[in-house]
Structures are given as C-alpha cells and as structure tokens.
C-alpha cells in the first residue's frame, strides 16, 4: 500500500451506498479532520482535493451501476490514513468493464509520464473538455495525480465477465 | 442590465456578476452536484451581457474588476471557470478592460499554480494577491 514502511493510522473510514448526501458529509467530515489536525496549508488542500475528486468518481460509478446490489459483498469504501512521512486516500468501488479499460489505460499514462506532461495534458483536456454524461470532465484522475505528486497504486478484482472491484491508494506527503 | 447573484453554499461558489459597480467576483468552494446546471446560467448571463456591452457602439469601454478567490474547486468547476474566463475574455480582445484578481491563501501553492495555468490558457494577465 505504502512505499514507506511506518505503520499508518485510520482518520476516517466508511463502507456502505455512496449517495449524494452521504458523499457530501464524508467530505465535511474530511475538511473538519483536516483543519483540525493539518496545519501545512498547502499539504492540508491537497488531500481535501484528493479526497472530493476520489468519492466524486466512486459516486459517478455508482450512481451509473446501481452499486446497492454489490454492496453486501463490495461495497464502496473509502479509508483516510495518515502516519508521520505522508496521508493515504484508499478507495474501493465496483466498475463495468468499459470502465476498467479507461480507468486503466488513464492511470497507466499517468504513472508513466512526469508532471510537466501531466499538466499539458490537464490543460488539453480542459480546453476541450465537454462534460461527460456521468457528469465528470475525465480530468478526475489527473488532478489527483498531479495533487499527490506520486504514483497512483491500483488494483481490479474482477467479480464476474462484466463487473470488477477496483482498488486505489492515493499517497500524499507531508511536507 | 440586472446582476446576477447566486448565493454561497457548501459545495457551490458565491457568484456576484454587478456590471453596474464594475465588479464580478467567484467565490468560496465549488464542487456542485452537477456542475452544468450550477455554471450555464453564469455563462448564459455572461453572453446577454457581452451583447449589451457591444451593442453600445465601438467608442464605449467597459471596465471591471473580476475577482476569484476560492477556497477550492473540483475538476468539473475547473472547465466552466476555464469557460467564464474565455467568455469574458472576448470583451477584452474587443478593446474592453475586465481584470482578473486571483486570490490564494498564504501557502496554497496549488491554488497560485491553478491560477497560472488557467491565465496561461486564456492568455490574459491575473493579478495574484495572497492572503
């Protein structure tokens, strides 16, 4: 999970059905934790950012897929860790194939190219940017690539043909 | 023409568009349930007022200050801001005068640097002011 090898401590956790207004009072509960425990401006923003972009994807998906009759056995969940050297965003969620393919195709090109290119590339979407129907920019990912500045680890745990589990760490260091 | 106003909630930006007093100002936190629905109302007012402002002849200059200064903004927000500020722009490149104050707070690094990249694509000068 971590390159680093202290052991991290949960801030926040939560496992269940994502909706809209569970999302927004995750996130509250995030920017609370933060201004209370983080006084680095810069490093304490980030993870807020981090966070939103993560459960705002996690809440696309699941509003596309019904994620209610996966939730017994994968439910959607979202873990804040912190320990001295960094914060750890931990996402898990439910995805059809489609998705695997981009999210995986995306998150190869981000952990491949420096952060130079990963801004351009930001900028070009952006400057083209329709709104997709899931009502995200696809810039999602590359904003939190770009705001942790290290590589995005993931994983997919297929379920069946269609549907895997995916999971992502996000690494932010406290500096 | 009338300004617009939207109110600051938690996920959405104070939106202050006040030709009369020269001033438009973004601010607060963005991160709308659906961003189109929260923006394209901003960016439909900002074309009624661009045609306003055009149909006043070409001796006519409008000058205003255009203030943003958000706590943050999500992905989504980041291609209407983009959009309002190419939109606004257009006033600028017909011999208008809106400038752009871009807050950050002392320390938010990101935020300067958001800044930066979204004058970079508009081409247009920001002034930034910490605080």
Same mark, same amino acid.
């Given at each position: 999970?971590?390159?680093?090898?202290?052991?991290?401590?949960?801030?926040?956790?939560?496992?269940?059905?994502?909706?809209?207004?569970?999302?927004?009072?995750?996130?509250?509960?995030?920017?609370?934790?933060?201004?209370?425990? %983080?006084?680095?401006?810069?490093?304490?923003?980030?993870?807020?950012?981090?966070?939103?972009?993560?459960?705002?994807?996690?809440?696309?998906?699941?509003?596309?897929?019904?994620?209610?009759?996966?939730?017994?056995?994968?439910?959607?969940?979202?873990?804040?860790?912190?320990?001295?050297?960094?914060?750890?965003? %931990?996402?898990?969620?439910?995805? &059809?194939?489609?998705?695997?393919?981009?999210?995986?195709?995306?998150? +190869?090109?981000? +952990?491949?190219? &420096?952060?130079?290119?990963?801004?351009?590339?930001?900028?070009?979407?952006?400057?083209?940017? %329709?709104?997709?129907?899931?009502?995200?920019?696809?810039?999602?990912?590359?904003?939190?690539?770009?705001?942790?500045? +290290?590589?995005?680890?993931?994983?997919?745990?297929?379920? &069946?043909?269609?549907?895997?589990?995916?999971?992502?760490?996000? +690494?932010? &260091?406290?500096? | 023409? *009338? *300004?617009?106003?939207?109110?600051?909630?938690?996920?959405?930006? #104070?939106?202050?568009?006040?030709?009369?007093?020269? /001033?438009?100002?973004?601010?607060?936190?963005?991160?709308?349930?659906?961003?189109?629905?929260?923006?394209?109302?901003?960016?439909?007012?900002?074309?009624?007022? #661009?045609?306003?402002?055009?149909? #006043?002849?070409?001796?006519?200059?409008?000058?205003?200050?255009?203030?943003?200064?958000?706590? =943050?903004?999500?992905?989504?927000?980041?291609?209407?801001?983009?959009?309002?500020?190419?939109?606004?722009?257009?006033?600028?490149?017909?011999?208008?005068?809106?400038?752009?104050?871009?807050?950050?707070?002392?320390?938010?690094?990101?935020?300067?640097?958001?800044?930066?990249?979204?004058? *970079?694509?508009?081409? /247009?000068?920001?002034? =930034?002011?910490? =605080?």
């Amino acid at each position: 999970m971590s390159s680093k090898q202290e052991p991290l401590t949960k801030l926040i956790e939560f496992t269940g059905v994502l909706d809209y207004s569970t999302m927004d009072s995750l996130i509250n509960q995030v920017e609370e934790e933060m201004r209370n425990i %983080e006084k680095v401006v810069s490093v304490r923003k980030r993870v807020i950012n981090i966070v939103i972009e993560c459960v705002e994807n996690i809440y696309k998906h699941s509003k596309i897929l019904e994620a209610e009759k996966f939730n017994e056995n994968f439910p959607v969940t979202f873990i804040l860790l912190s320990n001295t050297n960094e914060y750890v965003v %931990e996402i898990k969620n439910v995805i &059809d194939a489609y998705s695997e393919k981009i999210i995986s195709q995306k998150l +190869n090109f981000i +952990n491949y190219v &420096d952060k130079c290119t990963l801004k351009e590339e930001y900028c070009k979407i952006i400057s083209r940017g %329709e709104i997709s129907e899931k009502g995200g920019a696809g810039l999602g990912l590359i904003d939190i690539a770009i705001k942790s500045g +290290n590589p995005v680890q993931y994983k997919f745990y297929p379920i &069946d043909e269609i549907y895997s589990y995916f999971e992502m760490f996000v +690494n932010i &260091d406290k500096k | 023409m *009338k *300004k617009f106003y939207a109110e600051p909630s938690n996920v959405s930006p #104070k939106v202050e568009l006040d030709p009369d007093n020269k /001033y438009f100002e973004i601010s607060g936190k963005s991160r709308p349930e659906n961003c189109r629905e929260f923006f394209e109302p901003i960016l439909d007012w900002i074309t009624d007022f #661009k045609k306003e402002v055009l149909c #006043k002849g070409s001796d006519f200059r409008f000058e205003a200050l255009l203030v943003f200064r958000l706590d =943050y903004f999500n992905s989504s927000s980041a291609k209407f801001l983009l959009d309002i500020l190419n939109s606004i722009n257009e006033l600028n490149l017909k011999g208008h005068n809106i400038s752009v104050n871009w807050y950050y707070e002392n320390g938010d690094e990101d935020m300067l640097e958001a800044g930066e990249e979204l004058s *970079k694509m508009v081409k /247009y000068h920001f002034n =930034y002011i910490q =605080y």
